[in-house]
């Protein structure tokens, strides 16, 4: 990857799975998310996973996802699912989405 593309903007959908609800998955993501700098949302889902949203440096955006696959203590990550999406500059801040 060259530096130009480390640095370029970029969108990523992630659907994390395991025991990720009722252990402050969505508060301590967001502190992560804010620390990065990065903008988009995260929710709880009906079936259990986790769903976000973020928007930032690629580089930033790989931080993310590798403390996603860690989470906050007390949970249990079984997988993180990211799909790469074109930026859409539609975010300010982290937040929940309910």
């Known amino acids: 990857m060259t ?3 480390e640095s370029a903007n970029a969108r990523a959908h992630l659907r994390i799975c395991g025991r990720v609800q009722g252990v402050y ?4 993501m967001i ?3 804010q620390q ?3 903008n988009g949302w995260v929710r709880n889902c009906d079936d259990g996973s ?3 949203i973020a928007e930032g440096p690629r580089t930033k955006l790989d931080a993310l996802i590798a403390w996603c696959g860690q989470g906050p203590r007390g949970a249990r990550v079984d997988g993180v ?3 790469w999406e074109p930026p859409q500059r539609d975010f300010f801040g ?3 989405k309910r």
Do not use: I, K, P
């Open 36 to 38: 990065l700098g990065l």
């Open 81 to 83: 699912d990211v799909h």
């Open 94 to 96: 982290f937040a929940v």
């Open 3 to 5: 530096a130009q593309n």
């Open 31 to 33: 502190r992560e998310a």
């Open 25 to 28: 998955y969505r508060a301590s």
């Open 50 to 52: 986790v769903e976000a």
